[in-house]
């Protein structure tokens, strides 16, 4: 039996299709249905590790947490890591095949549409039901013909569409008619309807728009979704740095962390619990001034460590660093992160960059060597050095994390290491982790997703405050994503029929009713 499917495209980029997406799967799987995502191909640095070691977008891992489903490398099943100077690392069934220019992958890309369909078909003979995400616009005249990810899918799996649009950024009644008139027949004929995303104010203001887009395409708008604010739900893009750095001003009496901003910055989602904690102000910044005082400076994870690690040298970020850990001032690297701040990064087979070998930044007893491999793993850790991320007295037992990294970070002399890695997917493991330096201001891990663990968060923040003289406030427990999922999913039931929606999924027969 092949399951229904509906389809979410937008009219441009960071619209709110992901998490449009991840609502309609948390809706559907209220209502007793087996439910999975998919989206043929996603570009994104932010991504996620599968239970079985496969690496996929972390909206698509998002959408399956709202689905109640197990992420799988079929939801995804092209991944593209942006590398800089036109090239990105592809990932196909969540293992990398290689490194290709943007020319090269535009040429390999047909090959990639029969395995597509049958990630997608499997994934509806295995499920109840199937929502699919599309990618940016459908609407790109000069990416269509290559097109795996918007209007080919729709076509190819004759489900219907619903297109979003930002009403926030402005312009949302024109950017529907642009879309519709870019589309060829057959294609608008997808369209089952709009979603206007994003509303503050009075939905009965938008009666005369509405009615226009209706008269003017002959397509319903399904629904007014609102601006839901502070939502923690990971980002994919980092188009949301921009916004997330800006909404929060540093006051007295808060902690200051300052997150340097890397031009090839990945899974900065590391710090989003941060976030969203009372009294803490998270900032991403690319210069040394704006970190100088901060009470915190992480150091994040890379596509491009090499090239990043130039940067940090070349915008005196390097200098600060190193002038913090003189004087005992708190430094966290994660991941590429961690590498920067060891002694060396070794790369003799040009996995990465053309530098052969680059001194790191010498803080901590590391040195990473570049291999074809990829390692890709859920973790769990347990404490074994104390450090300002645990000392036994709130973190105990197990924490949980996941590595995404191609370099293997190996110890060059004896030294403390926060945490041991004691499973790898599924398999008993007996590894260190990161390591201590600078008599304990540096502390370097290789494990993503660290700071979800609400017993290192809260030892780290105590231990922060501490150094700083700063009272404790009250503690506001920090939403899980699982209920803030919830929280998206009941505006968007205010907002959308569902009923309405299973209907058209399962009458669909390729046009509007």
């Known amino acids: 039996m092949t399951a229904p499917a509906i389809m979410v495209q937008g009219t441009a980029s960071s619209v709110g299709k992901s998490l449009i997406a991840a609502a309609l799967c948390r809706l559907l799987s209220r209502q007793g249905l087996r439910v999975a995502p998919f989206k043929a191909q996603n570009m994104a640095l932010n991504s996620y590790v599968t239970p079985d070691g496969a690496e996929i977008g972390r909206a698509q891992a998002v959408q399956a947490l709202a689905a109640r489903s197990v992420p799988s490398a079929q939801m995804n099943p092209v991944l593209l890591k942006p590398e800089g100077n036109s090239r990105s690392q592809v990932v196909v069934l969540g293992k990398p095949i290689g490194s290709m220019k943007a020319a090269e992958y535009q040429a390999y890309k047909p090959r990639l549409r029969t395995l597509i369909a049958d990630c997608l078909g499997q994934l509806r003979a295995e499920y109840d039901a199937v929502v699919i995400e599309g990618a940016g616009s459908p609407a790109e005249i000069n990416l269509k013909p290559g097109d795996i990810v918007n209007m080919d899918v729709a076509r190819r799996a004759n489900v219907p569409v619903i297109l979003v649009g930002d009403i926030d950024r402005g312009g949302v009644f024109a950017s529907f008619v642009g879309t519709m008139e870019l589309l060829d027949p057959e294609e608008r004929k997808l369209v089952a309807g709009f979603l206007i995303n994003k509303f503050r104010g009075d939905p009965a203001l938008l009666s005369s728009g509405l009615e226009f887009l209706l008269q003017r395409t002959g397509i319903p708008v399904l629904g007014v979704v609102p ?3 502070d939502l923690r739900i990971p980002d994919e893009d980092s188009v949301s740095l921009d916004s997330r750095t800006r909404r929060r001003e540093r006051r007295a009496g808060t902690l200051d962390i300052a997150v340097l901003r890397l031009p090839r910055i990945s899974n900065y989602d590391d710090v989003e619990a941060l976030e969203h904690e009372s009294e803490t102000v998270v900032r991403f910044v690319s210069a040394p001034e704006d970190a100088a005082e901060a009470d915190l400076v992480i150091v994040p994870g890379s596509k491009s460590t090499v090239a990043d690690l130039a940067w940090l040298r070349e915008r005196g970020l390097a200098d600060l660093l190193l002038a913090r850990a003189r004087t005992g001032r708190p430094v966290l690297g994660i991941c590429g992160g961690c590498q920067m701040l060891g002694a060396s990064i070794e790369d003799p087979l040009g996995v990465e960059s053309a530098e052969a070998a680059v001194e790191g930044l010498g803080l901590l007893p590391l040195v990473t060597r570049f291999g074809r ?23 105990t037992g197990t924490v949980s994390g996941y590595e995404i990294h191609m370099g293997m970070v190996e110890a060059v002399a004896e030294a403390a290491a926060p945490f041991r890695v004691v499973e790898r997917n599924g398999t008993s493991a007996d590894s260190r982790d990161g390591a201590i330096g600078a008599g304990g201001a540096v502390v370097g891990t290789m494990l993503h997703g660290l700071l979800e663990n609400a017993p290192v968060r809260a030892h780290l923040l105590r231990w922060l405050r501490d150094r700083a003289g700063l009272a404790h406030p009250h503690a506001k427990p920090v939403p899980t994503t699982d ?3 919830d929280r998206l ?16 999924m399962t009458s669909w027969t390729g046009n509007r009713p």
Do not use: N
């Open 483 to 485: 209920a803030e999922l």
């Open 373 to 395: 491999e990829k390692r890709t793993a859920q973790v769990r850790a347990e404490l074994l050095h104390a450090s300002f991320l645990g000392d036994g007295s709130i973190v």
């Open 489 to 504: 999913a009941d505006t968007v039931a205010a907002s959308v029929e569902i009923p309405r929606l299973w209907r058209l």
């Open 227 to 229: 601006h839901i604010p």
